[in-house]
Nanobody
Framework: QLQLVESGGGLVQAGGSLRLSCAAS????????LGWFRQAPGKERESVAT????????YYTVSVKGRFTIFRDNAENTVALHMISLEPEDTGIYYC????????????????????WGRGTLVTVSS
């Protein structure tokens, strides 16, 4: 079992940046793929970025490529999402998620494939 707690959300102007963090508690953190997903009002939850168990493989949804970076620290049991050039369309609740396994990051791009979820942190980008 893994418990995930997100932090770092907030209100930012378009063009600004934010760094989200997710702290995990539980065993065998390095055996989990991790991901950031988001859900805008009235929309389904969508994948933003995922990273495999070792950090050697990452996946980004097209709309955030070049602007968001996901990275993990297996020694500290954390995963972070650094976001720059934020756009109003990036507004939503951002969730940290984990799935046990050793596949490539792209194999964890569906919310239905994740096993554990945090409660989310709100990101609001104003125009």
């Amino acid at each position: 079992q893994l418990q995930l707690v997100e932090s770092g959300g907030g209100l930012v102007q378009a063009g600004g940046s934010l760094r989200l963090s997710c702290a995990a508690s539980g065993r065998f953190f390095s055996s989990y793929a991790l991901g950031w997903f988001r859900q805008a009002p009235g929309k389904e939850r969508e994948s933003v970025a995922t990273i495999n168990w070792s950090g050697s493989s990452t996946y980004y949804t097209v709309s955030v490529k070049g602007r968001f970076t996901i990275f993990r620290d297996n020694a500290e049991n954390t995963v972070a999402l650094h976001m720059i050039s934020l756009e109003p369309e990036d507004t939503g609740i951002y969730y940290c998620a984990a799935a046990r396994g050793y596949l490539s990051a792209s194999d964890y791009s569906a919310a239905s494939g994740m096993d554990y979820w945090g409660r989310g942190t709100l990101v609001t980008v104003s125009s």
